[in-house]
């Protein structure tokens, strides 16, 4: 699983280094290095392949005829791009991504279980700011959707 929280310099090409753990997890679960990189409003969000085809076969059952899941997908699928692990261990993020989520010489990149986001520094601590400011409530919510509304 994608866990912990890690910050690399991004080189003079926009190239990002996958943190060896991350890289690892990759290959032993996966088997390549192949993903797919697409943009939330806040950050970039890594998706292995075989995650990435798991997500993309709910979407599909999504009714497409609705304004609001069109407009979704145009967002988040239209953005999408395969990222390939280099020999040393990089992904190249496509410039309208790396502007998208406010990338210039810094990332952080954040393990979320099946998947990793990367984000802007500044804009990582501002988020996490605010889900340290409301984690109570944040804490609830999540044990009302997990467990039917007993805390873990």
Aim: aromatic share 10%; hydrophobic share 40%.
């Amino acid at each position: 699983m994608f866990r912990g929280r890690f910050r690399h310099a991004l080189d003079e090409k926009g190239r990002l280094s996958i943190p060896r753990r991350f890289r690892d997890f990759l290959k032993e679960r996966y088997g390549a290095g192949g993903l797919i990189v697409t943009r939330l409003p806040e950050c970039l969000v890594a998706y292995p392949w075989e995650e990435w085809r798991r997500l993309e076969e709910r979407l599909m059952r999504l009714p497409q005829d609705l304004p609001e899941v069109r407009l979704y997908l145009r967002f988040f699928l239209g953005s999408a791009e395969e990222c390939f692990l280099d020999r040393q261990g990089r992904i190249l993020l496509p410039a309208h991504l790396r502007e998208a989520a406010g990338l210039r010489k810094e990332a952080v990149i954040l393990g979320l279980l099946d998947r990793f986001e990367i984000w802007d520094p500044e804009r990582l601590d501002s988020q996490l700011a605010s889900a340290e400011a409301n984690f109570d409530e944040l804490s609830r919510k999540v044990a009302e959707m997990e467990f039917g509304g007993s805390q873990a």
